[in-house]
């Protein structure tokens, strides 16, 4: 029940991460990305909130990437991680920084707050590369966050734009 519970929280984070709606039009997903999926306890699922996400099975966290290309309008990074990080009240970010990532400049957040008055904590990496923008996401609930933050950072080492 409580790993149920947590997809259900998981699902309204991946919820803030839809398409930031700026002027120009619609968009679509990048083609052409290369990435090595999360290991165990991770499993894909399927949502329309981002491109490819994995859920775990031992903790309910999800890992995530949503690209957008296309739409003929040019968000700040700033803008794309307000976005992503709307869903969460009580917000408060624990690291930020810039950073290179695929050869462009990326914005790294760590930031934690609450969804529905649970307790959850979310990273960040948003960037742009040729005409895209794409935001790769891991969250859960706070007190499981740290547990399988190393799978995220592998997914960030070999995620690779086109």
Not at 98 to 123: C, F, K, M, W
Request: glycine share 6%; net charge neutral.
């Amino acid at each position: 029940m409580r790993n149920h519970f947590v997809v259900c929280i998981m699902s309204l984070l991946l919820g803030s991460c839809v398409s930031v709606q700026f002027p120009g039009g619609k968009s679509a997903p990048a083609k052409d990305v290369e990435y090595k999926a999360p290991s165990a306890p991770y499993k894909e699922i399927t949502t329309s909130k981002a491109d490819k996400t994995w859920l775990s099975s031992k903790t309910g966290n999800t890992i995530s990437y949503l690209s957008e290309c296309g739409n003929g309008s040019d968000p700040s990074l700033a803008q794309i991680e307000n976005e992503s990080l709307s869903a969460l009240s009580n917000l408060e970010v624990v690291k930020s920084e810039a950073l290179t990532y695929n050869s462009r400049a990326a914005h790294q957040t760590v930031a934690h707050g609450e969804v529905d008055g649970i307790p959850v904590q979310i990273s960040l990496l948003v960037f742009k590369k040729n005409g895209c923008n794409y935001t790769l996401s891991y969250g859960g609930v706070k007190e499981q966050f740290a547990s399988e933050q190393l799978s995220f950072e592998e997914f960030k080492r070999n995620f690779k734009a086109p």
